[in-house]
């Protein structure tokens, strides 16, 4: 077995160095799947379920795109990363866009050398504390012993939030998400820190989630987002107007439903240019011109894959807060589709 | 005279006494109980706590074993149906059975594939365990790990049938040219293997046919136990001939292979396993060409044995110091030249000292198997870590995965253990 393992490593190894060097759209094509990288798992963000089929919210992202370029949502190869390996993953070109609820900081971006393609969910550290301790604001956690995760912004942001506010606290290290919940839960620490939608998916796991409550602070902005290698901007184009037309497709009342019938009705310009039946903006993009409708049908517009893997219904529920349109008072804004 | 004694002598016993049982104090439970447990009043004191704590953990245990949910469908239907009282949820070991096993993308009509391997592992590995058995079972066990990368991999067979040939080439050409000179058969029989693949690869490419008998599976579906077993097999079974070979090579006479074999084994030993995988998974993508993939189990693979391979060696270099100078006297005395010594009178000896070192090593490795969940593969740890915590059916289950994996390593390793003793029982001629 090993020898041959070796062999056979060998040859693919040769006939994979031949592709490549083509810009990414063309290899995606070329290749006929989309290589989309995904967290080991995070609950309501990206897990497989129980017959091995990948689901959740960045998922659903991973699948808009593939069935975009490639008019197939189930063309894809994902490729679970950790927080350790997930940007060499993507800078070594094993996958061609990071799907991994990833934070846009401005040395990523700049230094890393990638390309932030939007921001697909707007997130923020906040503060879990069990009910019996009697805590309403985040400001009165003073000589508060709190649970964070090592080595994170996370942890960054929280010294920064109590000097700020001038009280102080008593850090108890952790290594994962899944020990913090047993250490909380076991009483070793007052309360709980960690990014907002985690805290919401943590307290739901809990066998009584009402016995705790997340406190209204958010103490730092975290916006995840879809990214891409720097220097090839069409692929990064095509990541974010995918991203886009999702966004817009709830602005515009598109849904996966609707979307087939709208396509050829259409009475409303924008609608016609987004779903590809008037002008040629898929085109422009290298992609068919129903590219996005192709998108939206994937897996629904952005309201809906909130609301099927991380909405109020859903175990994790979350509200949509931040993450509404901006006509709803959220921060979701995409450009006009001209 | 006649009568005197027959007043004296009233009764002769003629038969013997029926034996009486000891005395209760002195015999059976009770005896073995104040010899063994209370014997003085300090071990009284111990035996009496040991019991109590053992009780305390039953009672504590028991009904969270028996109060266990076997079929509902998540954690909140255990809880549900619990009602608030202390129950395992072992529901998530047979909802997520075939995945803690096999991995989530193992394609599941295609079980009984490593299920097959794993059952003829034990007739492969049966002869090389047990000296008793008829020697021509080694032919099979020659023929297992292509005929296990075939089943586990699937695809066409050519791949491991091109393999399988390059070896026998390279033994062919060994053996032609071994009456010359060793070394000249050694590196001859490498050569002529490897030339074997680069033109069986290009045949095989030719040859191989659209539909293939087994479906193929990537690398990257492998999960679960199926991929703690097959890194722990093949890494163990790699690793003994290259750990021999660097020992042997440590004790060189020659500079140059003394030096290349000191500074690998003293650099492998130097570096932690973790670091080493993640060179194998993260670093290697930078030296090689955009878009290869090479395949992320042989990399591993390839670091595991590097790393296990030093510290065998370092074990057998134990062993070989510790067989006495008269030996090795006593071998080139009789005529023989190095590789037959060695293959004749040193290494049986030397590596039946390290017997237990080497199991050690074994052992430790394949529970280090576990460590490439850390590098995004999904083995036993990192299914239940990833994947089956991060579901909204099964987040916050914690004991019951862990306890299973647990108990599937322990069978393994402590299997590897008896029948390591065993072995030295065997082995044990005397000396003593």
């Known amino acids: 077995m090993n020898k041959s393992v070796f062999l056979g490593a060998l040859t693919v190894a040769g006939?994979?160095?031949?592709?490549?060097?083509?810009?990414?759209?063309?290899?995606?094509?070329?290749?006929?799947?989309?290589?989309?990288?995904?967290?080991?798992?995070?609950?309501?963000?990206?897990?497989?379920?129980?017959?091995?089929?990948?689901?959740?919210?960045?998922?659903?992202?991973?699948r808009a795109i593939a069935a975009g370029v490639l008019n197939d949502p189930n063309a894809i190869e994902f490729v679970p990363t950790t927080g350790k390996t997930r940007f060499t993953a993507l800078a070594s070109g094993e996958i061609d866009v990071l799907a991994r609820n990833t934070t846009w900081t401005f040395s990523r971006d700049v230094d890393l050398k990638f390309e932030f393609a939007g921001v697909n969910?707007?997130?923020?550290?906040?503060?879990?504390?069990?009910?019996?301790?009697?805590?309403?604001?985040?400001?009165?956690?003073?000589?508060?012993?709190?649970?964070?995760?090592?080595?994170?912004?996370?942890?960054?942001?929280?010294?920064?939030?109590?000097?700020?506010?001038?009280?102080?606290?008593?850090?108890?290290?952790?290594?994962?998400?899944?020990?913090?919940?047993?250490?909380?839960?076991?009483?070793?620490?007052?309360?709980?820190?960690?990014d907002a939608s985690g805290l919401a998916a943590t307290r739901a796991a809990f066998e009584v989630p009402s016995d705790h409550i997340i406190l209204p602070e958010i103490v730092s902005k975290e916006p995840l987002g879809p990214l891409v290698r720097h220097g090839d901007n069409e692929w990064g184009d095509v990541i974010r107007w995918t991203l886009n037309a999702l966004i817009a497709a709830e602005e515009l009342g598109v849904t996966s439903a609707n979307a087939a019938d709208m396509s050829t009705a259409g009475s409303n310009p924008e609608v016609n240019r987004l779903l590809g039946s008037e002008g040629n903006l898929?085109?422009?993009?290298?992609?068919?011109?129903?590219?996005?409708?192709?998108?939206?049908?994937?897996?629904?517009?952005?309201?809906?894959?909130?609301?099927?893997?991380?909405?109020?219904?859903?175990?994790?529920?979350?509200?949509?807060?931040?993450?509404?349109?901006?006509?709803?008072g959220g921060l979701l804004y995409s450009p006009p589709f001209r | 005279?006649?009568?005197?004694?027959?007043?004296?002598?009233?009764?002769?016993?003629?038969?013997?006494?029926?034996?009486?049982?000891?005395?209760?104090?002195?015999?059976?439970?009770?005896?073995?109980?104040?010899?063994?447990?209370?014997?003085?009043?300090?071990?009284?004191?111990?035996?009496?706590?040991?019991?109590?704590?053992?009780?305390?953990?039953?009672?504590?245990?028991?009904?969270?074993?028996?109060?266990?949910?076997?079929?509902?469908?998540?954690?909140?239907?255990?809880?549900?149906?619990?009602?608030?009282?202390?129950?395992?949820?072992?529901?998530?070991?047979?909802?997520?059975?075939?995945?803690?096993?096999?991995?989530?993308?193992?394609?599941?009509?295609?079980?009984?594939?490593?299920?097959?391997?794993?059952?003829?592992?034990?007739?492969?590995?049966?002869?090389?365990?047990?000296?008793?058995?008829?020697?021509?079972?080694?032919?099979?066990?020659?023929?297992?790990?292509?005929?296990?990368?075939?089943?586990?991999?699937?695809?066409?067979?050519?791949?491991?049938?091109?393999?399988?040939?390059?070896?026998?080439?390279?033994?062919?050409?060994?053996?032609?040219?071994?009456?010359?000179?060793?070394?000249?058969?050694?590196?001859?029989g490498i050569a002529a293997a490897f030339l074997t693949w680069w033109l069986g690869g290009m045949v095989g490419e030719a040859i191989a046919p659209q539909e293939t008998l087994l479906e193929a599976v990537n690398s990257r579906d492998m999960g679960g136990f199926m991929l703690n077993m097959l890194l722990g097999v093949t890494c163990v079974s790699l690793s003994l001939p290259l750990g021999i070979v660097l020992a042997l090579g440590r004790q060189s006479n020659l500079p140059l292979i003394k030096g290349i074999c000191v500074v690998f084994i003293e650099f492998i030993r130097g570096v932690p396993l973790i670091t080493l995988l993640f060179v194998a998974n993260v670093v290697l993508a930078y030296f090689l060409p955009p878009g290869t993939t090479f395949d992320l189990i042989l990399r591993v693979i390839i670091m595991i044995t590097m790393f296990s391979s030093a510290y065998i060696a370092e074990v057998i270099r134990g062993g070989l110091a510790a067989l006495p100078k008269g030996q090795y006297e006593a071998a080139d005395s009789l005529g023989l030249d190095?590789?037959?010594?060695?293959?004749?009178?040193?290494?049986?000896?030397?590596?039946?000292?390290?017997i237990p070192?080497?199991?050690?090593?074994?052992?430790?490795?394949?529970?280090?198997?576990?460590?490439?969940?850390?590098?995004?593969?999904?083995?036993?740890?990192?299914?239940?870590?990833?994947?089956?915590?991060?579901?909204?059916?099964?987040?916050?289950?914690?004991?019951?995965?862990?306890?299973?994996?647990?108990?599937?390593?322990?069978?393994?390793?402590?299997?590897?253990?008896?029948?390591?003793?065993?072995?030295?029982?065997?082995?044990?001629?005397?000396?003593?």
């Open chain 1, 15 to 62: 006939l994979a160095a031949g592709a490549a060097a083509a810009g990414t759209l063309d290899d995606v094509k070329a290749r006929g799947k989309l290589n989309c990288g995904v967290t080991t798992g995070l609950i309501g963000f990206a897990a497989p379920d129980a017959n091995g089929e990948w689901q959740g919210f960045d998922v659903d992202l991973c």
């Open chain 1, 121 to 194: 969910y707007y997130d923020g550290q906040g503060f879990m504390v069990p009910k019996s301790l009697g805590v309403s604001s985040a400001k009165e956690l003073d000589g508060a012993t709190v649970c964070i995760q090592t080595g994170t912004t996370t942890e960054l942001n929280l010294a920064d939030f109590f000097r700020k506010n001038n009280i102080s606290y008593e850090p108890v290290p952790v290594e994962t998400n899944a020990e913090g919940q047993q250490q909380y839960l076991a009483g070793a620490c007052d309360t709980y820190t960690t």
């Open chain 1, 282 to 328: 898929g085109e422009m993009l290298g992609l068919s011109a129903d590219w996005a409708k192709n998108a939206i049908m994937a897996r629904g517009n952005y309201a809906e894959i909130f609301e099927k893997n991380i909405g109020e219904n859903t175990p994790v529920g979350l509200a949509r807060g931040l993450n509404a349109q901006w006509t709803d």
């Open chain 2, 1 to 188: 005279m006649s009568d005197t004694h027959a007043q004296s002598v009233a009764f002769v016993r003629e038969t013997s006494l029926p034996p009486v049982p000891p005395p209760a104090s002195q015999a059976g439970a009770v005896k073995w109980m104040r010899e063994n447990l209370f014997s003085n009043w300090v071990n009284a004191v111990l035996t009496i706590g040991s019991l109590y704590i053992i009780a305390m953990i039953v009672v504590k245990s028991a009904p969270w074993f028996m109060n266990g949910m076997w079929d509902t469908p998540s954690l909140a239907a255990c809880r549900e149906i619990l009602q608030g009282k202390t129950g395992a949820c072992f529901s998530v070991l047979t909802e997520r059975w075939n995945q803690l096993l096999f991995g989530f993308k193992y394609p599941s009509t295609e079980y009984w594939r490593p299920g097959l391997a794993f059952l003829l592992l034990f007739i492969a590995a049966a002869p090389v365990m047990f000296f008793k058995l008829p020697r021509k079972l080694l032919i099979f066990t020659a023929i297992y790990p292509f005929l296990a990368f075939w089943l586990i991999w699937g695809g066409t067979i050519w791949t491991p049938l091109i393999a399988a040939f390059g070896f026998v080439v390279g033994y062919l050409v060994y053996a032609r040219f071994m009456k010359q000179s060793f070394a000249a058969g050694f590196f001859g």
């Open chain 2, 338 to 354: 190095y590789p037959q010594a060695m293959r004749l009178i040193i290494l049986p000896q030397a590596l039946k000292i390290s």
């Open chain 2, 357 to 432: 070192g080497i199991v050690n090593i074994a052992v430790g490795l394949f529970k280090d198997t576990t460590l490439v969940s850390v590098i995004s593969m999904f083995d036993l740890v990192g299914m239940i870590r990833g994947p089956i915590l991060a579901s909204t059916e099964w987040n916050g289950v914690y004991w019951e995965l862990f306890l299973f994996a647990a108990l599937l390593f322990f069978i393994v390793c402590y299997g590897i253990s008896q029948y390591s003793q065993w072995l030295e029982r065997q082995l044990a001629t005397g000396h003593r």
